[in-house]
């Protein structure tokens, strides 16, 4: 059993970089827990307090984030190795501002925040790693409002659904009305519905009463 959690945690961020020998001290002395998650089980609800980390190893999960009034959401895919928003367990806000759910069969290794804290100490690669993601994630945060602001309608989209996503690139499945979208990119609902039928018609996305999928995000970038 600690070999197959060695090899996982060799694969995630936070342990790269470590030796075995470190590896194997730390499996002696921290309490990991391996979760598994059958597919559309939720894993974590948005608003839930955040006082362990999540380590998927294993499958995809999606990740659905909500605007304030709950009036649309954009939903995404994340596959392993991948980390459950490790930025929110320190600081001002330490709730899980998303809710992320099994897409298919999932393992996860799940670290309270007690360990995470005393593996800070002990481990300097570790704590760097931690460093190192939650600034690179607060980095592209800053820059967003720094690009160039796009010009036409299909840009504008693009825009929108980038500046609310964790990655660019992938699915993404926005529900949101033809209006609200229009009011939240300044066009008209006429041109924004033109923009989405074009799109729909070239294969970039589906339209679906109420919302429409991006298959692959990067070609909406093109």
């Avoid at 930025?87 to 001002?92: A, K, M, P, T, V």
């Avoid at 501002?97 to 300097?124: P, Q, W």
């Avoid at 924004?192 to 109420?210: C, F, P, Q, T, Y």
Wanted: proline share 2%; with cysteine; aromatic share 6%.
């Amino acid at each position: 059993m600690h070999t197959e959690l060695q090899e996982h945690l060799l694969e995630l961020p936070l342990f790269q970089g470590m030796s075995r020998n470190d590896l194997e001290q730390i499996l002696s002395e921290t309490k990991f827990r391996q979760l598994s998650f059958a597919r559309g089980k939720v894993i974590v609800h948005e608003g839930e307090t955040c006082n362990k980390l999540f380590f998927l190893v294993k499958g995809q999960i999606t990740t659905t984030c909500h605007s304030d009034d709950k009036s649309y959401s954009i939903t995404e895919t994340l596959a392993a190795p991948n980390i459950l928003q490790p930025e929110r367990i320190f600081g001002l806000m330490q709730r899980y501002t998303r809710t992320f759910a099994a897409k298919t069969n999932c393992d996860l290794i799940c670290l309270g925040k007690k360990e995470v804290m005393l593996m800070s100490d002990n481990y300097e690669i570790f704590r760097l790693n931690l460093l190192n993601i939650i600034c690179t994630l607060s980095q592209r945060s800053d820059r967003q409002m720094w690009k160039l602001r796009p010009k036409g309608i299909r840009q504008k989209i693009a825009r929108f659904i980038e500046e609310r996503s964790l990655r660019p690139a992938g699915e993404k499945i926005v529900n949101i009305k033809m209006e609200r979208l229009a009011e939240e990119i300044s066009e008209s609902r006429l041109n924004v519905s033109k923009a989405l039928k074009a799109m729909n018609d070239e294969g970039i996305i589906s339209l679906r009463r109420g919302e429409f999928c991006v298959h692959a995000f990067e070609r909406m970038l093109m």
